[in-house]
């Protein structure tokens, strides 16, 4: 109800006979702010409400104990991955709604716990979904994807450097028995000597999301990875 509220007073300001109120709304970003965000949490309601779930395993914090180098803590490096995953969230009129797998909380993921966004639990994808209904997302799987399947669910490693293990998504998916599919970036794109193949959660998301909403389409899919990281 709250959306249509907005929306109720848009045409209201737009249909007075002062068009003060409407110029007003439209300088004032706060507004504006405040409409988008209510206008993608509908959309990820909506998808969660049929089911339309994207799941991110976070059972990898300790693969970055003792790494020097991970200078916040691996919710609060998660929780910037997942807040970058709604930006582009106004291209697609279903956005798939995440579900935050194996989470361990602390004081310092409480903006995952609270938020509209997704669903965090301490529970395993296999706890909540059939393995007939997932599919683990590794860059080292030997199956490449072909087509989105909006009949499973996919799962992406809450991964986000190098870990201490090789392979590490790749084994766990063979370890419980999921089916996994890696990305066909090789197939159609030519990564330049110093990138790195390996793509960030949102990125993964939103290829995911394109490939939904355009029927298949690998090219404009793959657009989501950033042209500095290709051969010219």
């Known amino acids: ?21 409407y110029f ?5 970003p706060q507004h504006l702010f405040n409409l988008q965000r209510q206008l993608r949490q509908t959309k ?37 991955k997942i807040h970058s995953c709604f930006t582009l ?8 709604f995440l579900i935050l797998c194996n989470f361990s909380s602390n004081d310092n993921d409480k903006w995952l716990q609270n ?26 799987s030997p199956n490449i994807m072909s087509e989105y399947e909006h009949n499973v669910i996919y799962i992406l490693g809450g991964i986000f450097q190098k870990t201490k293990h090789e392979q590490i998504t790749l084994e766990k998916a063979k370890h419980e028995q999921i089916r996994h599919q890696s990305l066909p ?11 790195s193949t390996i793509l960030s959660l949102n990125q993964v998301y939103n ?26």
Do not use: G
């Open 44 to 80: 990820l309601l909506v998808a969660a409400r049929l089911n339309d779930y994207v799941i991110i395993d976070c059972s990898f914090a300790n693969e970055y104990n003792n790494d020097i180098s991970f200078e916040n803590n691996y919710y609060e490096r998660l929780q910037l």
């Open 24 to 28: 007003h709304f439209l300088r004032c």
């Open 185 to 195: 970036l090789q197939k159609y794109l030519r990564f330049s000597a110093s990138a």
């Open 207 to 232: 290829i995911l999301m394109t490939l939904k909403h355009n029927n298949n389409n690998w090219f404009e899919a793959l657009k989501c990875i950033p042209e500095r990281c290709l051969l010219r």
């Open 115 to 140: 938020s509209p966004y997704c669903q965090t639990t301490s529970l395993s994808y296999l706890d909540l979904f059939s393995r007939e209904q997932l599919v683990y997302l590794s860059p080292d």
């Open 1 to 21: 109800m709250m959306i249509f509220r907005h929306c109720y007073r848009i045409w209201w300001w737009w249909s007075s006979s002062s068009s003060l109120h």
């Open 89 to 96: 969230i106004h291209r697609y009129h279903s956005p798939s």
